[in-house]
């Protein structure tokens, strides 16, 4: 089942709270939970705060690792009957959303499509114009792709482009039909929401508790122990901000608010992305009490994977 939606709307208490009612183990659909060192920024919740349920794709490798989301869709799709054949429900609970729909839906990633020739010219290209010349060529034959990647990240940019000349498809192309081929998975697909101001209070309160829980020392100790800061990793929300700061091109103030402004754009774009999803049963947190919330949920969980979840074996049942 899925637990999914914005950044800081609660996810990660709500995706446990299922796991201890329904005996499951919890897979991480986050992008940068991934990465080992990387804890404050990332928002992983400390072990001492899961409530005893396993998790699974949290700090498997260092951030200096390539890590794509195919690498995540192979990973994941072993781990799933691993979890199945222990009689525990996997529940993936997560909010990038590109993550979630390559183990959801028939994803196929285009790793044939290579031409190092390509990809050397490609470099060169990118070492001529500099970073953003480099990434407005992106925008202009991959726009969703230009939106997803930060200009910065120049590994991901050339990814996207040499794909593009090779096969002549973007990126987000690679996906499977859903007229003609049947989901991979029985779903429970929850998805939540609340208020989009108590949405950006809540962003901006996590990013400053963030600060005081000493993220600032956190991308410190990964530039000392020899990160670079252009890796893909290292560009994520709260990591690049900072690490800019380190360099003094602003104060600590202004860091912070640019955390805060980027992750709430990056929350309306998650807003937007699982909004495509029909199948996705929304939950307002903000509207129930908590203990009514959860029985809500857990009656959509039900119903969706048959009623008498609490009981059954589920060895290969999900499938």
Do not use: C
Not at 47 to 60: L, T
Not at 206 to 218: H, N, P, T, W, Y
Not at 274 to 290: G, I, Q, Y
């Amino acid at each position: 089942m899925l637990v999914v939606g914005p950044t800081a709307v609660g996810k990660s208490d709500i995706g446990i709270a299922i796991a201890q009612h329904f005996n499951g183990e919890i897979i991480s659909g986050d992008s940068m939970q991934v990465y080992r060192g990387m804890d404050i920024g990332s928002a992983k919740i400390p072990p001492e705060q899961r409530g005893g349920i396993p998790h699974h794709m949290i700090d498997i490798i260092d951030p200096d690792e390539p890590f794509s989301v195919a690498d995540f869709q192979r990973r994941v799709t072993d781990l799933i009957p691993q979890i199945v054949a222990r009689g525990r429900l996997p529940i993936m609970v997560g909010g990038t959303g590109l993550y979630v729909r390559s183990i959801t839906d028939h994803y196929k990633f285009s790793e044939e499509a290579k031409d190092l020739e390509l990809r050397a010219r490609l470099e060169t290209k990118a070492a001529e114009l500099g970073p953003e010349a480099f990434h407005r060529l992106l925008a202009e034959i991959d726009p969703d792709a230009a939106k997803r990647i930060h200009f910065n990240d120049r590994k991901r940019i050339i990814r996207a482009m040499e794909v593009y000349h090779l096969t002549g498809k973007r990126q987000g192309e690679f996906h499977y039909a859903a007229s003609v081929q049947k989901p991979k998975y029985r779903l429970a697909p929850i998805a939540l929401t609340m208020d989009r101001q108590e949405l950006y209070r809540r962003i901006d309160q996590r990013a400053q508790i963030m600060i005081e829980l000493g993220l600032v020392e956190e991308v410190k100790g990964l530039l000392e122990r020899g990160y670079d800061p252009a890796l893909p990793s290292m560009q994520g929300l709260g990591y690049k901000e900072i690490v800019n700061y380190l360099r003094g091109e602003y104060n600590l103030s202004h860091a912070l608010y640019l955390i805060q402004r980027d992750t709430r754009h990056f929350a309306k774009r998650q807003y937007t992305w699982f909004r495509r999803d029909p199948r996705l049963n929304w939950f307002a947190v903000d509207v129930m009490e908590r203990d009514f919330l959860l029985e809500n949920i857990y009656d959509s969980i039900r119903k969706a994977l048959g009623g008498h979840i609490e009981n059954i074996n589920f060895g290969g049942s999900l499938q």
